[in-house]
């Protein structure tokens, strides 16, 4: 079992829909989670960033983090074409001193339809 | 664009070659990170230094090897290249040692082994 399961999609959605994308997470361990979007395998763009449980926002994305339920959701409201992309979880944590490397989700891929 | 410079973007060599892959964190950032990712693996941590020190291991095959100069710009060394190699790699940097920090991405190295 992977550290972090996310569905690969497809997802396609018409222009001003509300995404929804989802990863859950097998490590209690981890404190930090992000999300990337990554064009046409460009580098991976950091879209949102939360530490422990909760809801963070920005402009149209929306990050929620359930660390009781090991779940993390990335909300995209009034989506654009622009949009389109592949969407990235990532976590990373650890006891003390240790190193921070990320562990992703394998990526949702999502088209917004014009 | 992120900061964080790396060369070549391209590379296409033989197998059983030898190929250096270099990377430029953003500046003032000490630490690197090197990402393997592929089709069938997804995005994979590999290795980390932090101010020219390695700092943790990922998935990281006895055939690479790299290096964080004093100037901070790190080098992935991948040798006796074989077919499944091929993959995109990329680096990114963080300011930090420690948990909290947030990795941002260079636009990656595509290399191909045939």
């Known amino acids: 079992q992977k550290e972090v399961e996310q569905d690969p999609g497809p997802l396609s959605v018409p222009e001003g829909a509300i995404v929804s994308l989802n990863c859950t997470y097998s490590n209690s361990a981890f404190q930090y989670f992000m999300w990337y979007r990554q064009y046409s395998r460009k580098g991976p763009e950091l879209l949102m960033y939360t530490y422990s449980s909760g809801n963070k926002e920005d402009g149209r994305f929306t990050a929620q983090v359930d660390k009781s339920s090991k779940y993390i959701s990335l909300f995209i409201r009034d989506s654009q074409p622009s949009d389109s992309a592949t969407y990235l979880c990532?976590?990373?944590?650890?006891?003390?001193?240790?190193?921070?490397?990320?562990?992703f989700g394998s990526g949702t891929q999502l088209t917004v339809l014009p | 664009d992120s900061g964080v410079t790396q060369t070549p973007k391209h590379l296409i060599t033989a197998t059983g070659q030898r190929v250096t892959l270099r990377c430029s964190p953003r500046?003032?950032?000490?630490?690197v990170y090197w990402y393997q990712q592929s089709l069938d693996q997804g995005l994979q941590f590999l290795i980390q230094y932090y101010n020219g020190e390695e700092r943790a291991k990922g998935n990281i095959l006895e055939r690479f090897s790299a290096q964080q100069f004093p100037d901070l710009h790190s080098e992935l060394n991948l040798s006796s290249l074989e077919l499944g190699d091929s993959a995109l790699y990329f680096c990114a940097s963080s300011g930090h040692q420690r948990g909290g920090d947030t990795q941002y991405f260079g636009p990656g190295t595509r290399l191909t082994v045939l």
């Open positions: 990532a976590t990373s944590g650890g006891s003390s001193g240790s190193a921070r490397q990320l562990t």
């Open positions: 500046s003032g950032d000490l630490s």
